[in-house]
Each structure stands twice: as structure tokens, then as C-alpha cells.
């Protein structure tokens, strides 16, 4: 069987912080490998490490110690730029703050990232058009965030951060703001993409309810990892 490719691996990374004269440990010495297509879920409570995890797999933060690997690459030696082409190629950020701007429409959300890229004409216009069919938010396409509901605002974001064709999305607690109903349907768009487009995705959660949409579940524990599940993941269109 062949193996599948790691695309990210954490080797014994922590990450510790002054605040004030103390010294808080927001992961400790953490060794985990997410395959590629893998939906991997990290469950605990809030200050358990879980966002501190996903803050270093985007690069928004830098380990203390240990090392972290993205498609078998060390990230160690990476400078800002490196970072940012990173975000702007290989990871989706799904936030549970949504983020959107204000000022855009739904489509011009979308489009935000690929104009960022230097990306122009139809190609960007078919694309949004594609992503935004996807989270099934076209009738919405002209509407601002202050127009749409909370799920709404949320698809758009999944959209926003799917719309560069990402390898790994990372979605942080993206049902925390949402009703179980919209939560739920969130959770089973994320899933339907590990399906359809074999992308790895890392998800931070509260919810028991949406980590069994995992293949396998991380419980966290004052930055460390105390167990692995697996699970039955659900299934979209069987």
C-alpha cells in the first residue's frame, strides 16, 4: 500500500509565553504527523493548546523549540515572505470570526485572496463562481457580510479560504459562532471537500459533534496530546 504523503508534522514542538512576568506553556513538546487528505480533529478545553497548534502550522506564530514540517519541508529556516507565500499557496484558514470585509461583497470576498496572488479576468471570476456554488452561496453573491446570517457569512469564508485550491485547510473552531443546525452543515462542507478534492484538513474544536466528522480525534490537555480516537467519519452522498 502506498504510503501517503505528510503534510504536517509537528516533532516535539512546544511553545511557551511570557504574559506579564509568568511564563504559560501553550504546547509541550507535541509529536503528531496529519497525512494528506487526512480530516484530523483537535477536541479539549479552552486553553488546552489547540488554536496555539494551528497558529504554528500557519505560521502566525513560531515554535519554541522542536520542529515543524509542512509537505516534508522544515519550516525552521522560513522568513516572513516565506510564510506568506506559504498562506497564499498551500493553506486555507477557516476562522470562527469569520473576517470578512465589510465593505466587499460576498464574490468580492471570495476573490480576495486569488487578486492578491496577481490573478485577473475570467479566470478569477470563474473560480469564485465555482467555490461560491460549492458552499451553495451564489444567490448571495452580491450581498455584504452585514447582509448575511451568520452561516452565511461563514460559507463565505470557507469559500474565501478554498478558493485558492489549497493542500491543507485549517479551520479554527468554525461552528464557535453558529447554531448546531449551521454548525452542522459547516462541518459537513469541510468533510465533502477531504471527499471530493483529497485535501488535508486540521480542525480545532469544543464541539464533540463536529469532531465526528473526523477520520481520528486528538484530545488536548494543557498543551499536550493524551489520546487518539478514530472514528466512523461521515460520509457525504453514500
Not at 452580491?142 to 447582509?147: F, I, L, N, V
Request: glycine letters at 8%; proline letters at 3%; aromatic letters at 6%.
Amino acid at each position: 500500500m502506498e504510503k501517503l504523503l505528510s503534510m504536517v508534522r509537528l516533532d516535539q514542538v512546544s511553545k511557551v509565553y511570557e504574559r506579564g512576568g509568568d511564563i504559560i506553556t501553550g504546547l509541550d513538546r507535541v509529536t503528531v504527523e496529519v497525512a494528506e487528505g487526512d480530516f484530523c480533529a483537535f477536541i479539549g478545553p479552552s486553553g488546552c493548546g489547540k488554536s496555539t497548534l494551528l497558529n504554528l502550522v500557519a505560521g502566525l506564530d513560531a515554535p519554541t523549540s522542536g520542529e515543524l514540517f509542512l509537505e516534508g519541508r522544515s519550516t525552521s529556516r522560513f522568513t516572513n515572505d516565506d510564510w506568506t507565500g506559504i498562506r497564499r499557496d498551500t493553506v486555507g484558514i477557516i476562522f470562527q470570526a469569520f473576517h470578512l470585509i465589510p465593505g466587499l461583497t460576498a464574490a468580492e470576498n471570495v476573490a480576495f485572496p486569488l487578486l492578491l496572488r496577481g490573478e485577473r479576468g475570467t479566470s478569477v471570476q470563474s473560480r469564485v463562481e465555482e467555490v461560491l456554488e460549492l458552499v451553495s452561496m451564489t444567490a448571495r453573491r452580491h450581498h455584504r457580510p452585514s447582509e448575511l446570517s451568520g452561516g452565511e457569512q461563514q460559507r463565505v469564508a470557507m469559500a474565501r479560504a478554498i478558493v485558492h485550491r489549497p493542500q491543507i485547510i485549517l479551520a479554527d473552531e468554525p461552528t464557535g459562532n453558529l447554531d448546531s443546525q449551521h454548525g452542522a452543515e459547516i462541518i459537513v462542507l469541510l468533510r465533502s471537500l477531504v471527499q471530493r478534492f483529497r485535501q488535508t484538513v486540521l480542525l480545532v474544536t469544543h464541539s464533540v459533534a463536529a469532531a465526528d466528522a473526523a477520520d481520528y480525534v486528538w484530545t488536548m490537555k494543557d498543551g499536550q496530546l493524551v489520546a487518539k480516537t478514530s472514528r466512523e467519519p461521515l460520509t457525504i452522498g453514500a
